[in-house]
Each structure stands twice: as structure tokens, then as C-alpha cells.
């Protein structure tokens, strides 16, 4: 069975832009969980969505959204780009049949803002 | 509320030695505990989870964890460590809700950096 896979894998935005990151999960996983990681704040959760539905959200402003498709296919957003959203962004699926709480993790989308 | 400390930033040890990474937890509800690695420019690979069943859990490349409630512990050990081991370690708690629900979200500790000498 393929991961969870990520597109793209590299990317590099100007301040003030605005990106979509796309993730993939797990054929059957209708969960998908969204982290940033970074080296002064380490692994923050953003947000999840279950059958299309946010579920849960972290604590990160409103330039950060995401949204899910039928195919449990997920995006994010990031709007109005700021320098300290460098970041690698990692996305993460999850299956009820398998207890839910484990999550298998994408290769993450490293995004660059200068 | 779910946090998780992991004890030590940094671990060396030599190849063939014992690893040991340690970790404390904090959890209202009965906790499920992960390990993950993470080797450099790669995604995040389960190690091991905890879920209630037993208190020691084996994980894949030789790895185990053992779970104590009144110690709030979920060390993760190896009894010889590999040149291929060296990576960041993440220990992992899952937010429950009151009934024990699964609500998606996975606190991380801070990581630890675990390097093998030859």
C-alpha cells in the first residue's frame, strides 16, 4: 500500500504570497493531520480533518486553512506569507480500523519564504 | 491537558552500546504513547505505540518502550545501538477527550538528537 505522499516537495515564496500544499493519505485513511515543524517552536499540530470537516485546530492564525476533499485528499493554505513560516510542513494520516490514534507521516513540503 | 518532555536533547553513544532515550508524559486521560524517528530531510516513521495493552512494547529495529503510569514515564531503549540509528527521536502523546475519544491531534516532545560513534 503507497504512504501518505506530499506535493510538492521543495518550495520557495516571497513574503506577502500566498501557498497550497497538497497531501495525500493512505488508501482508506479518511483522517488527515497537519503539523509545522520548525527548529525554535518543534512540531506544532495545525489542524485535522475527518470525512471533510475540521475537527480539531491548533493555535495558529487565520492565514493558516486547510480543507479536505471527498477522496480525503487534503489541502492547506497558507495566505499573506510571513518569513517565520519557513517551515517543513508535514501531513499525517490516520484510520478508525486501526485505532485511530496512530498516524503515518508524508515526506513533508519544505517551504522557504524570503 | 497532553504534554510530553523529552529529558535530553542530545545522546551519544558508541556502536554496540545500549541506547536509552527518556521521556515523562502528562495526560488527563489514560495516555497512547508513540515513538518516532526521524532520519535527516526525511518524514516522520513510527517506531512503537502504547494503546493499554501491555506496559512493554516492542518496536521495529530492535527498539522497545516500557510504559509506567506512576513514574509518567515511556522510556525507549536499544540494547546495542547501529551507525544507522542516528536520527531525531520524537516522543508522542495523543490527545484523548472525555470519554476517550480520538480528536487527531498528536503533542510532540522537543526531540532527541541520538548520535552513534563508530
Known amino acids: 500500500k503507497a504512504g501518505v505522499t506530499q506535493t510538492p516537495r521543495y518550495l520557495i515564496k516571497t513574503r506577502g504570497q500566498q501557498v497550497t500544499l497538497s497531501c495525500s493519505p493512505i488508501?482508506?485513511?479518511?483522517?488527515v493531520s497537519w503539523y509545522q515543524q520548525t527548529p525554535g517552536q518543534g512540531l506544532q499540530f495545525l489542524f485535522e480533518?475527518?470525512?471533510?470537516?475540521?475537527?480539531n485546530k491548533g493555535n495558529f492564525p487565520g492565514r493558516f486553512s486547510g480543507r479536505q476533499f471527498s477522496n480525503s485528499r487534503s489541502e492547506m493554505n497558507v495566505s499573506t506569507l510571513e518569513l517565520g513560516d519557513s517551515a517543513l510542513y508535514l501531513c499525517?494520516?490516520?484510520?478508525?480500523?486501526?485505532?485511530?490514534?496512530?498516524?503515518?507521516f508524508g515526506p513533508g513540503t519544505r517551504l522557504l519564504v524570503l | 491537558a497532553q504534554s510530553v518532555t523529552q529529558l535530553d536533547s542530545h545522546v551519544s553513544v558508541s556502536e554496540g552500546t545500549p541506547v536509552l532515550l527518556r521521556c515523562n508524559y502528562s495526560?488527563?486521560?489514560?495516555?497512547?504513547l508513540f515513538w518516532y524517528v526521524q532520519h535527516p530531510n526525511k518524514g516522520l516513521q513510527l517506531l512503537l505505540k502504547y494503546t493499554s495493552a501491555a506496559t512493554l512494547v516492542k518496536g521495529i529495529n530492535g527498539f522497545e518502550a516500557e510504559f509506567k503510569k506512576s513514574e509518567t514515564s515511556f522510556h525507549l531503549t536499544k540494547p546495542s545501538a547501529h551507525m544507522s540509528d542516528a536520527a531525531e527521536y520524537f516522543c508522542?502523546?495523543?490527545?484523548?477527550?472525555?470519554?476517550?475519544?480520538?480528536?487527531?491531534?498528536?503533542?510532540f516532545g522537543r526531540g532527541t538528537q541520538l548520535t552513534v560513534w563508530p
Open positions: 480533518y475527518f470525512s471533510e470537516t475540521q475537527r
Open positions: 495526560s488527563s486521560y489514560s495516555p497512547s
Open positions: 508522542v502523546v495523543s490527545e484523548k477527550g472525555p470519554r476517550g475519544s480520538t480528536l487527531g491531534r498528536l503533542y
Open positions: 488508501s482508506g485513511h479518511r483522517s
Open positions: 499525517a494520516s490516520s484510520s478508525a480500523l486501526t485505532g485511530g490514534e496512530t498516524q503515518y
